[in-house]
């Protein structure tokens, strides 16, 4: 596995457990993160496209998938900037940017990792 299909390989997995989370137990990571409690189904929902986005990841890191990995770079850091923005404009959290800080580095690896392989 090359180094760029290892961390989206890498991401992926951080998407399984975070979906996994959201799915089963929303309550226990909203709180975690001084977040409020709800029974509201959109957390699980989110926890759901959350898992089928690993899914993705998973193939495209097997397959070795470079277009599909050269897309993720750019929008992951759009999940950094969403989030960001979010949180200036006071429609979300400042702990949300934890998660943005996520996809911020993860994009960088990749990047990095293909900008390398690329090179040799």
């Known amino acids: 596995m090359s180094p760029a299909a290892k961390s989206i390989f890498v991401f992926a997995a951080y998407l399984l457990m975070l979906g996994a989370v959201l799915v089963l137990l929303p ?70 940017i934890v998660f943005g800080v996520v996809d911020l580095l993860a994009a960088t690896w990749t990047a990095l990792a293909l900008r390398a392989g690329s090179a040799s």
């Open 27 to 96: 309550n226990v990571l909203l709180s975690l993160f001084g977040l409020p409690k709800t029974d509201e189904v959109w957390v699980r929902v989110v926890g759901m496209l959350v898992l089928l986005l690993s899914y993705y990841y998973q193939g495209a890191a097997r397959e070795e998938s470079t277009t599909f990995m050269r897309r993720t770079v750019n929008a992951r850091l759009s999940v950094f900037v969403f989030f960001l923005v979010f949180v200036i404009l006071k429609l979300a959290p400042p702990v949300m």
